[in-house]
């Protein structure tokens, strides 16, 4: 199923209870950042939790909603079975889990340097 929900402005909390839930941003933004730098910005339209649906990983960034923030929330067996849409998912989970390594990497450095 499908379920709509608010987030606060702030830290959002990612864990095991949503993994097999796809979150799709209805409206409001939502900043990822590594190492206190932001790597991506989520609106409406866009989606998260992909890592936790389908490649069992979790994204080592953190989310921060700026504002009030709609979500919905839908379970993954009602996207599983279409090729395409899975392979979309896929694709951008790969990406991201990219540049939010890639900017650890970077974040680290920088640190160590200081």
Do not use: H
């Amino acid at each position: 199923g499908q379920r709509l929900r608010r987030l606060p402005d702030g830290p959002v909390t990612e864990n095991e209870a949503y993994a097999g839930v796809l979150r799709l941003v209805k409206d409001g933004i939502l900043k990822r950042m590594v190492g206190g730098a932001v790597v991506e910005t989520l609106q409406d339209g866009d989606f998260f939790n992909e890592e936790r649906c389908f490649a069992k990983k979790a994204n080592p960034s953190d989310l921060y909603a700026i504002g009030s923030v709609s979500l919905w929330d839908i379970d993954t067996p009602f996207i599983a079975d279409i090729p395409i849409v899975r392979w979309k998912i896929l694709e951008l989970s790969r990406r991201r889990l990219q540049l939010t390594g890639d900017a650890a990497a970077t974040a680290k450095a920088v640190l160590a340097k200081v």
